[in-house]
Structure formats: structure tokens, C-alpha cells
């Protein structure tokens, strides 16, 4: 579905990447231009300005879209490519999560800054299991609530924060399902970590 669903949106904006191929933009300065707008998200978060916030990661969003898309069609995937756009998804989920830890320790809510920290702890978690089993040369992608779901459901969360109480669910949703997840992950890691050729502990 994920798949599909970055397809479908790389199709949309093919003219755009066409316009940034032509004017010889790198990925890599797409890549970068979407961490600050994230960044920038992060500080609206801390704020309380969460529809603004909401909207501005949705644009940041397209960004993030953008930098696979426009180095395929350069040909210039890299390595360190790669290796930058996984450390801006980090930095930028990670400035989320803190902004919102600012915002309600400064509200004095004990409550939702504790569940924000442990969003955070968790978002790191799964990319960590991901990176180590990727460190032996197992492949542990696999879960039911990877970035894209978590930024969606916090995005979810901001935007109709006035409605009803919707960033205590939003955070609620992600924190029980992202430790589903790294559930998910090390099983996966146990059963691959026991075929034939695999690397043991360090």
C-alpha cells in the first residue's frame, strides 16, 4: 500500500520534478530543504500553533516525495544520499516529538509530555532495530506502523486538535501501536538471526 501510494503520488508530481531536474537542483538540497521546513514545524509545535504546524509538515511532506523521485530521474542515487534522507527523517520526527515535550512541560501537563517522550523513544527504537539488523544483513522492514503511518496519524492529530481531544489520541495511537511494532521487529529479527549464514552478537 505504501508503495503504491508513493507511486501514485510521484506520478503527480512529475512535472515538478521535471522543472527542478531542468534547473539541475540536487536531491540532496531537496532532502535539506525539507528537514528545515520540518524543523520549522517542530518549532510552531512548541508553540501551540498545531494547525500551522500540521499544515506546514504536510508541505514539508511533498519534499520528502521529491528527493527519491528527482534522484532517479538524475541518476544519481547514492549511498550517502540514501544515508542523508534516513538522518532528516530522524532529526525532523525526533524535533516533532521534542516540541511537543516543550509545550506541555511548559503547560504543566506531567501526562502528555511523559506519552510524547515515549512516542519519541519508541520512533527511535524501530529505526534502531531496523539499522542493527541491517548492520548483521537482516532485513527487518516489516511493521504495522513505520514512519509514514506515525507522521500521518500525528499530522491527524494537529490539524483537528481544536475539534476534540485529538493529539492526546493521536499520541495514544502511536505509542501502543509503534511498541507493536518493535514487538514486530525483533521477532522478525530472531527468526531470520537463526537461518544458516546470518551474524551473530557481537
Request: net charge positive.
Amino acid at each position: 500500500m505504501r508503495d503504491k501510494l508513493k507511486g501514485i503520488s510521484e506520478g503527480i508530481l512529475v512535472p515538478v520534478i521535471a522543472l527542478l531536474n531542468a534547473l539541475g537542483l540536487s536531491p540532496n538540497a531537496v532532502t535539506i530543504t525539507g528537514m528545515l521546513i520540518n524543523l520549522a514545524a517542530a518549532f510552531l509545535i512548541a508553540k501551540g500553533m498545531f494547525l500551522a504546524a500540521g499544515i506546514t509538515i504536510l508541505f514539508a511532506g511533498v519534499f520528502d516525495m521529491l528527493d527519491g523521485a528527482l534522484a532517479r530521474k538524475m541518476k544519481k542515487q547514492t549511498k550517502f544520499g540514501g544515508f542523508l534522507d534516513s538522518t532528516t527523517d530522524r532529526i525532523s520526527e525526533g524535533a516533532f516529538y521534542f516540541g511537543l515535550i516543550y509545550y506541555y512541560l511548559k503547560a504543566g501537563n506531567g501526562n502528555l509530555t511523559m506519552l510524547s517522550y515515549i512516542v519519541m523513544f519508541l520512533s527511535f527504537l524501530i529505526s534502531y532495530i531496523r539499522a542493527r539488523a541491517g548492520s548483521l544483513q537482516i532485513n527487518a522492514e516489516e511493521g504495522i506502523y513505520t514512519r509514514t503511518e506515525r507522521i500521518l496519524t500525528l499530522v491527524l492529530g494537529l490539524l483537528f486538535y481544536r475539534i476534540f481531544d485529538s493529539l492526546l489520541w493521536a499520541l495514544g495511537i502511536i505509542a501502543v501501536l509503534s511498541a507493536v511494532t518493535v514487538v514486530q521487529r525483533i521477532y522478525v529479527v530472531y527468526i531470520r538471526a537463526k537461518k544458516p549464514g546470518k551474524s551473530k552478537r557481537n
